[in-house]
């Protein structure tokens, strides 16, 4: 079973930015694509964004594109999402997902394995 722990979470102003971690309890998601999810009060769960097994290949929601970055280390499998000039649309709850195959789009199903999630509150 693969555990996933999202960190850097907190409360920002607009215009900040902020650095989410997705650390994993093994090392198997070093083959495995992973992607970051927000779900904001009241909407359903959203892909923000997704990265290959080898970070050669990343994948963004047309609402953060440009703004945020994804990104892998790996030597330890910790996966990054670089959130920059964070806006208040940008407060939810931030998930870690980790995809069974080399890598997986913007649905949710493709996914096999969750993070508890991190609040991200952006004040204006």
């Known amino acids: 079973q693969v555990q996933l722990q999202e960190s850097g979470g907190g409360l920002v102003q607009a215009g900040d930015a902020l650095t989410l971690s997705c650390g994993a309890s093994?090392?198997?998601?070093?083959?495995?694509?992973m992607g970051w999810f927000r779900h904001i009060p009241g909407k359903e769960r959203e892909f923000v964004a997704a990265?290959?097994?080898?970070?050669?290949?990343?994948y963004y929601a047309d609402a953060v594109k440009g703004r945020f970055t994804i990104s892998r280390s790996r030597p330890d499998g910790t996966v990054y999402l670089q959130i920059q000039t964070a806006k208040p649309e940008d407060t939810a709850i931030y998930f870690c997902?980790?995809?069974?195959?080399?890598?997986?789009?913007?649905?949710?199903?493709?996914?096999?394995?969750w993070g508890k999630g991190v609040q991200v509150t952006v004040s204006s």
């Open positions: 990265i290959s097994w080898n970070g050669g290949n990343t």
């Open positions: 093994r090392r198997t998601t070093s083959n495995n694509g």
């Open positions: 997902a980790a995809c069974r195959s080399a890598v997986c789009g913007s649905s949710a199903n493709g996914y096999a394995y």
